[in-house]
Every structure is written in C-alpha cells, then in structure tokens.
C-alpha cells in the first residue's frame, strides 16, 4: 500500500492550490483520510480528515479557506487550499486509514509529504 502526495508548489499570499493523495496497492477498504501539516521547527499538525461518508472537521487555521474531500472510486484525498498565508508554509502530509484485508484491524498508512511555501 502506497499513498503519493502531489500539488505542493510556490505560492504568493493569497493564493490557492489543491493538494492530491492517491492510494495503490491490494487494499479491501479506505476508512477515514486526512491531512497534516509540518512548519519547520514545529510538530506536525493535523490540518483536516475526512470520513468515508465525506463527514469532514477542521484544525481552526484552515476553517473557512481549506476544503478536504474525496473521490472512493479513485481512492484518493484532496485539499483544496484558499487565501493562502506565509503560516501556511510547510509540507503536508496525507493519511488514510486503511482495511488491507476484510476483517482485519485497519491501520494508518502515510504519505511522502508535499511542500508547500507561501511567499508574503
């Protein structure tokens, strides 16, 4: 099982990207997926997650100007990313968790991480 994230580039303030996560591999079912974002020199925070049913929340930072959603049928997690800010610079993470095998426990999977600058 693979998850390749995709979008990060350079932005000026204001400014909008979409991030994409596709997943691959033998895989039964993708439960919930998320994002989450690292700022150098500080933790990684979850940004937004998505349950299967698209029932989505949001770190505070994000409400208002970042859409996450998905497509089932692609097996894959986007974050759509408005108004961006210079605190928005970090690289980004996504996160599925996933059902490998019917019946078994599913476990997170994670991405290689984006990056994403916002210049003021």
């Known amino acids: 099982v693979q998850l390749q994230a995709s979008g990060g580039v350079l932005v000026q303030a204001g400014g909008s990207l979409r991030l994409s996560c596709a997943v691959s591999?033998?895989?039964?079912?993708?439960?919930?997926m998320g994002w989450y974002r690292q700022a150098p020199g500080k933790q990684r925070e979850l940004v937004a997650d998505?349950?299967?049913?698209?029932?989505?929340t949001y770190t505070d930072s994000a409400k208002g100007r970042f859409t996450i959603s998905r497509d089932n049928a692609k097996n894959t997690v986007y974050l759509q990313m408005n108004s961006l800010k210079p605190e928005d610079t970090a690289v980004y993470y996504c996160t599925a968790s996933i059902t490998v095998i019917q019946g078994i426990v599913p476990r997170d999977y994670w991405g290689q991480g984006t990056l994403v600058t916002v210049s003021s």
């Open positions: 998505i349950t299967r049913g698209s029932s989505s």
């Open positions: 591999g033998s895989i039964f079912r993708i439960n919930a």
